[in-house]
């Protein structure tokens, strides 16, 4: 059962939780909008669409983003001040064991962990949809790539290949497709170059030889349009930047499954995705762990020595998994143990720092 001192830790720790997200969202949202505003001067934006489709969606973004940073500073602030104030050896000294005393720490963290999840895995993503085409319109465009040489399975036995595709006008260059049925190949059909119509869902082919083989037998069809419908979209065929930040966890999946069917090797930011949104809440209890450890101490600098301690950890806790994320999207590390091991490595620190933190 939870008791007065339980209530009064988790009220601790959340209010300053939130109190410092509410303090560093202020001052974001002051140099982003500086920075923007120009932008949306010059585009014409509605000062409400600023606010409903930009604002509102940036703020739980941001804070979501930052949300381990923001959990081991509230620790190590108001922990500190605990100490600092004598409350934690007055805790201690009442029979309150250092293990108890953990409880509504991780309690808290916990909740944050919860809601950190649910915040990256559907809300934020749907969110981003709406600031990602406000940013379109209003700030600047997202750059897409333009993928060349692509080869894809649209279905079993179904094969493309589309030399260059670019997003801006939905047209790619050197089309092919290949049928196959027990190993053989039954038709192919190439195009000079396809598009495709938005409106109806369909595909233009343009300039277009069909070859149909049945046996030893050939016969050749060539054709100036070919409307039809394929088991494909653009974003198959382009990259855009954050493109899976506006996923929820449903959607990442379909996608890397699709993806992964196609034989396409394109997704493993995606797949850094899936796994990062699945460590990341666990990074608040574990940094509570360090920061409750760390700052539970009376020491003679006070809580600006244990405020400059825990910045120091959390930013190189951020920029280890930044450069984990990087290497598994560009070099050659498992996208798993990519995402997974910050947490474990600041997870031995926070039990060295456990065990060796007063009883």
């Excluded at 990442?252 to 990341?280: A, H, K, M, P, W």
Aim: glycine share 4%; charged share 20%.
């Amino acid at each position: 059962m939870l008791k007065k001192i339980d209530f009064y830790i988790i009220k601790k720790f959340l209010g300053t939780y939130f109190l410092s997200i509410l303090l560093i969202v202020v001052i974001a949202v002051v140099f982003d909008f500086t920075e923007k505003l120009d932008n949306f001067i010059q585009y014409e934006a509605k000062p409400m669409d600023v606010i409903t489709d930009y604002y509102l969606r940036f703020i739980p973004y941001f804070a979501n983003l930052f949300s381990p940073l923001f959990v081991f500073i509230s620790v190590i602030f108001f922990t500190s001040k605990l100490a600092y104030n004598s409350e934690i050896i007055a805790m201690i000294s009442g029979g309150v064991s250092f293990r108890r005393l953990m409880r509504p720490y991780m309690i808290s963290a916990g909740l944050i962990a919860v809601m950190t999840f649910f915040l990256g895995s559907t809300l934020i993503p749907n969110s981003n949809k709406v600031r990602y085409e406000f940013e379109d319109q209003y700030v600047s465009s997202r750059k897409k790539d333009m993928d060349a040489h692509i080869h894809m399975e649209l279905e079993p036995d179904n094969y493309i290949y589309v030399q260059r595709f670019s997003s801006r006008n939905y047209t790619g260059r050197m089309f092919s497709m290949e049928t196959f049925e027990d190993g053989e190949m039954t038709s192919r059909i190439t195009a000079n170059s396809i598009r495709y119509i938005k409106k109806t869902d369909t595909w233009k082919l343009f300039t277009c030889v069909t070859r149909t083989f049945d046996g030893e037998k050939e016969t050749i069809e060539k054709t100036a349009v070919i409307d039809t419908t394929l088991n494909l979209v653009p974003d198959d065929l382009v990259k855009m930047k954050r493109f899976y930040e506006t996923m929820t966890n449903k959607e990442l999946n379909e996608y890397i499954s699709r993806q992964q069917e196609r034989g396409i090797d394109n997704y493993t930011e995606f797949v850094v995705e899936r796994y990062r949104r699945l460590s990341t809440p666990f990074s608040a209890l574990i940094l509570t762990l360090i920061g409750m450890s760390l700052s539970s101490r009376k020491v003679r600098g006070g809580s600006s020595l244990h405020i400059g301690i825990g910045f120091t950890l959390s930013f190189t806790y951020i920029m280890f998994e930044t450069v984990m994320t990087s290497l598994a999207i560009n070099g050659n590390a498992d996208p798993l143990l990519a995402a997974w091991i910050p947490n474990i490595t600041y997870l031995l620190i926070g039990i060295w720092l456990y065990i060796k933190a007063p009883k």
